[in-house]
């Protein structure tokens, strides 16, 4: 509830302040076209149901951010959010005498707070507060677009559109102060008659100077009051981190056997940030992007359990059940923590993912392939020549691949692994595998056809397919993580390409491979044979070249 009323608050306050900006814009037409902007605009945000939803805002993304300092732990964090936090600061001091001159005076003086009073009090009464006013529209058009930077780069489309919005944050500003300028230079040719200000200040009834005193010391008082209430909020926080000492503390074990002990009621997040231990937090400890998720070991049974908000989190990237988010998940007992992402993950890892990379236990269909005589064929041929080759034969292989809707998990030398149904069940990966197998052999074709004046002999191919029970989910390290499949079935399918070189085969397919598709491969030889590790042989299908397979078969056999 807490971080939907910040959000909430600061999406209408952000409003506001656009909508203010783009009706400073119109000042680069004409002062008269400014102010014809102006009226629809005090239409709209003066109605009083728009007035208490604007200033309710106000107060209450003040107070979350008071509430937000209170809460935070530390104050290392990363530099985005730092200068959110400092623009946040300056923006009561800078804005206070803009709000109180404009619509407290005109509530209780009666001011009309035209565009042409106001400009003409900052531009030809007293320059300090022209540029005052400068700093204001940037530091809060800044601080607001830091804050739906780091809400919005966690949606699944900011990607497509965070270049075209980058260029509307530069440009509106850059077109209200442009406009700012030109409606200054405007007031400073028309202050040279001596009567007009007089006049002007008649006509809009602007404050005396008694008046003008009371708003200066209510500003002054108001100010000072803002920074006394940030200071109180810092002398209670170190209070009630005094007072949480005496709940006890904590220890939490990190792989590598390093301890940490904190204070019982610490998230598990700022535990590792007061240990210096890396540990990513892309939403800032929001729990919003998941990326601090860590996997709870030993203990996890005895902490408080998650609540909604975090529970929906989690299910979107599919994380498993003994998972929490470092940074909504309270110690209150010693416990073991993994991190599950490196520290500098980025918003790529928040996205929503599939619940199987996590782990999970998935009959799908596998392929591997392999270049036959390759090693031979590249002794006597310069090295870019080589990579060239392989490179045109990586192209063409992985393209059959994914043309039929399968996984490219690995190249392994001159090798191809690839992975088929992981999210559309075995039945299809397999019918979409012996798609992929045929393609690859037209693939090879072609290709031969084209490097033909640079090869000797042509490229020849092995593959094996093979179904089954594998464990599938995101392995390795660092950038060398991907999506990959490991159990019998997978060496089983290995075995199968290794086998084509014996029968002097294309391709050799396992008989439940073929059941899963529901294709009549009766018409190729068929042998049993003993793979090692199996206790029951295996039937196999031998086909000398995979474009037997009739084009389209397994759309065909899927419809």
């Known amino acids: 509830m807490i971080r939907r009323l910040r959000l909430f608050s600061g999406l209408i306050l952000f409003a506001y302040v656009l909508t203010h900006l783009l009706n400073l814009t119109l000042g680069l037409i004409s002062f008269q076209v400014l102010e014809a902007g102006r009226e629809v605009f005090i239409a709209f945000w003066r109605s009083w149901p728009l007035s208490s939803l604007l200033y309710t805002a106000l107060l209450v993304h003040l107070a979350m951010a008071v509430y937000a300092i209170f809460m935070r732990e530390r104050w290392k964090m990363p530099a985005a959010e730092a200068l959110r936090y400092l623009l946040g600061i300056l923006i009561v001091p800078l804005a206070a005498l803009h709000v109180l001159g404009t619509r407290l005076a005109h509530e209780i003086y009666g001011l009309e707070d035209s565009y042409l009073y106001i400009v003409t009090v900052q531009v030809a009464f007293d320059i300090s507060t022209a540029i005052q006013q400068v700093a204001l529209v940037l530091v809060v058009w800044l601080h607001g677009c830091i804050g739906l930077h780091l809400w919005l780069r966690l949606k699944p489309w900011y990607d497509k559109v965070a270049a075209p919005l980058l260029a509307c944050a530069v440009l509106v500003p850059a077109l209200a102060l442009s406009a700012y300028l030109v409606a200054g230079r405007e007031v400073l040719r ?18 005396g100077s008694d008046q003008i005193i009371e708003i200066l ?4 008082a108001l100010v000072a009051g803002f920074f006394a209430i940030l200071v109180a909020t810092l002398l209670l926080r170190l209070l009630w981190r005094f007072w949480r000492r005496r709940r006890g503390t904590a220890r939490l074990t990190y792989p590598g056997g390093r301890q940490v002990t904190v204070n019982k009621g610490t998230t598990m997040l700022e535990a590792s940030r007061s240990a210096g231990i890396p540990h990513a937090s892309v939403c800032g400890g929001r729990g919003r992007c998941s990326t601090c998720r860590v996997r709870v070991g030993r203990g996890g049974a005895n902490l408080p359990p998650a609540d909604a908000e975090e529970r929906k989190v989690l299910a979107r990237v599919g994380a498993a059940p003994n998972v929490r988010l470092a940074c909504q998940t309270a110690v209150v007992t010693d416990c073991e923590v993994t991190p599950l992402l490196p520290p500098a993950a980025g918003p790529q890892q928040a996205k929503p993912r599939p619940g199987y990379l996590q782990g999970d236990e998935r009959e799908i269909a596998i392929l591997f ?12 041929r310069l090295p870019y020549d080589v990579v060239f080759v392989l490179n045109r034969y990586f192209t063409a292989m992985g393209t059959a691949v994914e043309q039929a809707g399968g996984r490219v998990d690995k190249f392994i030398g001159d090798g191809v692994m690839a992975l088929f149904g992981i999210e559309q069940g075995v039945a299809q990966g397999s019918r979409n595998a012996m798609e992929a197998a045929r393609r690859m052999a037209a693939h090879l074709d072609e290709l031969n056809s084209s490097l033909a004046a640079d090869l000797a002999q042509p490229l020849r191919i092995g593959i094996g397919l093979h179904s089954g029970s594998v464990i599938v989910g995101e392995m390795g390290y660092g950038p060398a993580t991907s999506v990959t499949a490991i159990g019998d079935a997978v060496n089983t399918a290995s075995r199968l390409e290794a086998l084509t070189k014996e029968f002097d085969a294309q391709l050799i397919v396992s ?42 078969a397994a759309e065909r056999q899927k419809d």
């Open 511 to 552: 008989a439940p491979l073929a059941g899963h598709a529901g294709f009549d491969l009766s018409a190729f030889p068929s042998h049993q044979i003993d793979v090692r590790g199996r206790a029951a042989p295996l039937d196999i299908h031998v086909l000398q070249d995979a474009r037997a397979l009739p084009a389209g």
């Open 217 to 220: 010391t209510l500003r002054d």
């Open 190 to 207: 028309l202050a040279q008659d001596p009567d007009w200000i007089p006049a002007m200040r008649e006509r809009v009834n602007a404050p």
């Open 369 to 380: 392939a392999d270049l036959r005589g390759f090693t031979t064929l590249s002794e006597d």
